[in-house]
């Protein structure tokens, strides 16, 4: 799939491309946000995507460098809602008025735009351009941190929005333009005003034809019977005139609510929510019906309803899965719920996608907390096995004979407090689905081997009963453990092993993939909707900590600090127990070749760093900042022989290559994290 990257000044600006590009072309196109700030703040060293949408040539400068060069761009037409001009064309004529926008370059983008609309019986300054405290009124798009805080008057026009040339560029990029046409695209942007008219005119010219929805309409296997926001009848194809059994001209432009009570249109016109497969009876037969509101920008253009025929068997199997949906058995997941763009995880996530296309067992492993199920999930909904049940079972949950009939079912009277009726197990309610085997290592001897026996025949046999039942699943195995030690040990039976590891997955932990770090907590930190701020500090520990709970420890981490309200984290917020940090001490590519460079600073004084770098080591756990003096009189109270202006230049260069921080006047000296694993590689020789 190719992917967009839209960046501009505000979150509020990005959201709105956003929601507009995905209300369009729903997930055809990979997207990804950023702001300016979130490049800054968060070490975003490239931007990787085959296309990058940006709103203006000076915020392209700015971001330039982080740009890759085989990426094409695509430079915003903007403009403003039919809400956002009509609240202009009520202004008092000839009245002067300041607009604010992100960019000079944006804000005169803007102001031609409102000319161009007809929108001239208003004088409109740049706020880039004017002296401020000269004007009283001020039109501001959305949110903007230059809207005057004095006594002013403000008038919010809303976000600016994409215009239908961006649009259709979109399209055309993405090899989209199909989409476009089924969606209607002059229909759809009711509320935008473009000022390109010559293409809004080709467009209705356009769409009064044929278009590709009437053909697939026609030739879908199901019923289609779709209403306008008036109730009326605008869409009605062949099969559903074969079940309803009604003729064309008897139904379109008729009212669907009343023709049709039996079709919950009422409900979803008044909730504007979707009703999903649900039994109704029409003309005697049992019809499966759902029902989905037409929603843009959180207005109602309508509802559609599909409609299909279906047999006893059918209605049983429809039953079942309406009973495991209200159960939960749905996989909520995707690939774009994974987040990372480091080179590990892209290659797990790229592994499990094919993967997915495969009906062979899988076997995750990776440590806890590094995101087995939420991969087995992805795989799952992206595998022809997506429209049914994604069942999950955590083998370490449940004891011994509890886990067999939960896995296996139980026929009525097959032990004490068996229910009435007996009950499906496991296996059954994932059949054509996928059933998620969670820390398979915990799973008893004697049921493994009833597991290989499952996986070898497809089918099983409930306790108490004697009746097989064939089983079309997928397994996804997955272990925190050493799988492969504890077969060698005989403790996971060698034959089950081979049976699950047919595709192996692994996930890597999230201190090998210390790129995503600082990403991810941002990422986690927006989920909580929170603002807090992380100092330098704070990111060299987040990068250098071990995370031995992986991204499951750093979203606690987070939720911690987000729950407390610290607005400015320091490293000492961030709730770890400092007797049991364990850093890891390996040294990236980048910080080998700094240390190359500082041992031929060192040369024969080696040593002395090496005695510097200690010393500032105890000063940290002793909560001390040492300087030059103090470190003079212990390296001569423990018969070390330095002076004190050899320690300021040992200092000075320590600092040169990131391995301590000096602070001004006699504040000390402070090693940093770096810093401390220089002095562990360097201490090991």
Same mark, same amino acid.
């Given at each position: 799939?190719?992917?967009?990257?839209?960046?501009?000044?505000?979150?509020?600006?990005?959201?709105?491309?956003?929601?507009?590009?995905?209300?369009? $072309?729903?997930?055809?196109?990979?997207?990804?946000?950023?702001?300016?700030?979130?490049?800054?703040?968060?070490?975003?060293?490239?931007?990787?995507?085959?296309?990058?949408?940006?709103?203006?040539?000076?915020?392209?400068? +700015?971001?330039?460098?982080?740009?890759?060069?085989?990426?094409?761009?695509?430079?915003?037409?903007?403009?403003?809602?039919? &809400?956002?001009?009509?609240?202009?064309?009520?202004?008092?004529?000839?009245?002067?008025?300041?607009?604010?926008?992100?960019?000079?370059?944006?804000? @005169?983008?803007?102001?031609?735009?409102?000319?161009?609309?007809?929108?001239?019986?208003i004088e409109l300054n740049s706020f880039w351009t004017s002296n401020v405290d000269d004007f009283d009124r001020f039109i501001v798009l959305g949110q903007s941190e230059y809207t005057p805080k004095a006594n002013k008057e403000i008038i919010n026009i809303g976000n600016s929005l994409l215009d239908i040339n961006s649009i259709i560029d979109i399209g055309m990029k993405f090899d989209l333009f199909s989409l476009l046409d089924r969606q209607d695209v002059v229909r759809s942007y009711k509320?935008? *005003?473009?000022?390109?008219?010559?293409?809004?005119?080709?467009?209705?010219?356009?769409?009064?034809?044929? &278009?590709?929805?009437?053909? /697939?309409?026609?030739?879908?296997?199901?019923?289609?019977?779709?209403i306008n926001n008036d109730g009326n009848i605008f869409l009605y194809n062949e099969n559903a005139k074969e079940i309803v059994n009604k003729d064309t001209k008897q139904v379109l432009s008729k009212k669907g609510i009343d023709l049709f009570p039996e079709i919950p249109f009422d409900y979803t016109i008044e909730n504007l929510k979707p009703v999903e497969e649900k039994i109704i009876k029409i003309n005697g037969y049992d019809v499966v019906v759902s029902v989905n509101p037409l929603l843009h920008?959180?207005?109602m253009y309508g509802a559609v309803a599909i409609i299909r025929r279906y047999s006893d068997l059918e209605k049983k199997e429809y039953m079942l899965r309406k009973k495991l949906i209200g159960k939960g058995y749905t996989a909520k997941y995707n690939f774009d719920d994974i987040f990372g763009e480091s080179e590990l995880i892209t290659e797990a996530k790229n592994i499990a996608k094919r993967m997915s296309k495969s009906n062979s067992s899988i076997l995750i492993t990776g440590e806890t907390g590094t995101g087995k199920e939420l991969f087995a999930q992805a795989i799952h909904n992206s595998s022809l096995r997506k429209e049914f049940q994604f069942v999950p079972v955590n083998c370490g949950a449940f004891p011994?004979?509890?886990?067999?009939?939960?896995? $296996?079912?139980?026929?009525?009277?097959?032990?004490?407090?068996?229910?009435?009726?007996?009950?499906?197990?496991?296996?059954? /309610?994932?059949?054509?689905?996928?059933?998620?085997?969670?820390?398979?290592?915990?799973?008893?001897?004697?049921?493994?081997?009833?597991?290989?026996?499952v996986l070898q025949e497809r089918e099983v046999v409930r306790l108490g009963g004697d009746r097989i039942i064939d089983v079309d699943i997928r397994i996804i195995a997955a272990t925190n453990k050493n799988i492969k030690e504890m077969v060698e040990n005989a403790e996971f039976r060698e034959d089950l092993y081979y049976r699950l590891n047919v595709l192996p997955l692994k996930i890597p932990p999230l201190r090998n993939r210390k790129e995503d770090i600082l990403g991810l907590a941002g990422y986690l930190k927006k989920s909580f909707d929170s603002d807090f701020v992380l100092t330098d500090k704070a990111k060299d520990f987040l !990068?250098?900590?071990?995370?031995?709970?992986?991204?499951? @420890?750093? *979203?606690?981490?987070?939720?911690?600090?987000?729950?407390?309200?610290?607005? %400015?984290? @320091?490293?000492?917020?961030?709730?770890?127990?400092?007797? @049991?940090?364990?850093?890891?001490?390996?040294?990236?590519? &980048?910080? +080998? =070749? %700094?240390?190359?460079?500082? !041992?031929?600073?060192?040369? =024969?004084?080696?040593?002395?760093?090496?005695?510097?770098?200690?010393?500032?080591?105890?000063?940290?756990?002793?909560?001390? *900042?040492?300087?030059?003096?103090t470190l003079s009189e212990i390296a001569k109270n423990k018969g070390v022989f330095i002076s004190e202006q050899e320690i300021r230049t040992i200092l000075l260069n320590l600092e040169k290559y990131k391995m301590a921080e000096i602070y001004k006047g006699r504040s000390g000296t402070v090693i940093t994290e770096f810093g401390k694993k220089a002095y562990n590689y360097l201490s090991m020789g």
């Amino acid at each position: 799939m190719k992917s967009l990257a839209i960046v501009s000044y505000t979150i509020e600006s990005v959201d709105g491309y956003y929601n507009q590009i995905k209300s369009l $072309f729903y997930d055809k196109i990979a997207i990804k946000t950023y702001t300016l700030e979130d490049l800054d703040n968060y070490g975003e060293t490239e931007i990787k995507a085959d296309v990058l949408l940006i709103p203006s040539y000076h915020l392209y400068k +700015q971001i330039k460098g982080k740009v890759n060069k085989d990426t094409d761009l695509l430079f915003a037409h903007r403009t403003i809602s039919k &809400s956002g001009l009509d609240t202009i064309f009520k202004l008092k004529e000839g009245s002067k008025i300041v607009l604010i926008d992100e960019s000079p370059e944006m804000a @005169e983008q803007i102001i031609s735009i409102i000319y161009q609309l007809g929108a001239r019986h208003i004088e409109l300054n740049s706020f880039w351009t004017s002296n401020v405290d000269d004007f009283d009124r001020f039109i501001v798009l959305g949110q903007s941190e230059y809207t005057p805080k004095a006594n002013k008057e403000i008038i919010n026009i809303g976000n600016s929005l994409l215009d239908i040339n961006s649009i259709i560029d979109i399209g055309m990029k993405f090899d989209l333009f199909s989409l476009l046409d089924r969606q209607d695209v002059v229909r759809s942007y009711k509320e935008i *005003r473009t000022a390109n008219f010559g293409l809004l005119k080709i467009l209705g010219l356009t769409n009064s034809r044929e &278009s590709q929805l009437d053909i /697939l309409m026609q030739n879908m296997d199901a019923g289609v019977i779709g209403i306008n926001n008036d109730g009326n009848i605008f869409l009605y194809n062949e099969n559903a005139k074969e079940i309803v059994n009604k003729d064309t001209k008897q139904v379109l432009s008729k009212k669907g609510i009343d023709l049709f009570p039996e079709i919950p249109f009422d409900y979803t016109i008044e909730n504007l929510k979707p009703v999903e497969e649900k039994i109704i009876k029409i003309n005697g037969y049992d019809v499966v019906v759902s029902v989905n509101p037409l929603l843009h920008s959180r207005k109602m253009y309508g509802a559609v309803a599909i409609i299909r025929r279906y047999s006893d068997l059918e209605k049983k199997e429809y039953m079942l899965r309406k009973k495991l949906i209200g159960k939960g058995y749905t996989a909520k997941y995707n690939f774009d719920d994974i987040f990372g763009e480091s080179e590990l995880i892209t290659e797990a996530k790229n592994i499990a996608k094919r993967m997915s296309k495969s009906n062979s067992s899988i076997l995750i492993t990776g440590e806890t907390g590094t995101g087995k199920e939420l991969f087995a999930q992805a795989i799952h909904n992206s595998s022809l096995r997506k429209e049914f049940q994604f069942v999950p079972v955590n083998c370490g949950a449940f004891p011994e004979s509890l886990l067999e009939s939960e896995l $296996f079912g139980y026929e009525e009277g097959a032990f004490t407090g068996a229910r009435k009726g007996g009950k499906p197990g496991l296996f059954e /309610l994932a059949h054509k689905g996928t059933l998620f085997l969670d820390e398979i290592t915990e799973m008893p001897m004697s049921l493994q081997v009833k597991l290989l026996r499952v996986l070898q025949e497809r089918e099983v046999v409930r306790l108490g009963g004697d009746r097989i039942i064939d089983v079309d699943i997928r397994i996804i195995a997955a272990t925190n453990k050493n799988i492969k030690e504890m077969v060698e040990n005989a403790e996971f039976r060698e034959d089950l092993y081979y049976r699950l590891n047919v595709l192996p997955l692994k996930i890597p932990p999230l201190r090998n993939r210390k790129e995503d770090i600082l990403g991810l907590a941002g990422y986690l930190k927006k989920s909580f909707d929170s603002d807090f701020v992380l100092t330098d500090k704070a990111k060299d520990f987040l !990068l250098n900590y071990s995370w031995k709970g992986n991204v499951r @420890e750093l *979203r606690n981490c987070v939720e911690y600090l987000v729950n407390l309200g610290i607005k %400015i984290v @320091e490293e000492k917020d961030i709730p770890v127990d400092y007797s @049991e940090k364990t850093f890891d001490n390996k040294l990236i590519l &980048s910080e +080998q =070749n %700094i240390i190359y460079e500082f !041992l031929e600073q060192a040369g =024969n004084n080696l040593k002395k760093y090496i005695f510097v770098l200690e010393e500032l080591m105890i000063g940290v756990k002793n909560n001390q *900042r040492l300087g030059r003096r103090t470190l003079s009189e212990i390296a001569k109270n423990k018969g070390v022989f330095i002076s004190e202006q050899e320690i300021r230049t040992i200092l000075l260069n320590l600092e040169k290559y990131k391995m301590a921080e000096i602070y001004k006047g006699r504040s000390g000296t402070v090693i940093t994290e770096f810093g401390k694993k220089a002095y562990n590689y360097l201490s090991m020789g």
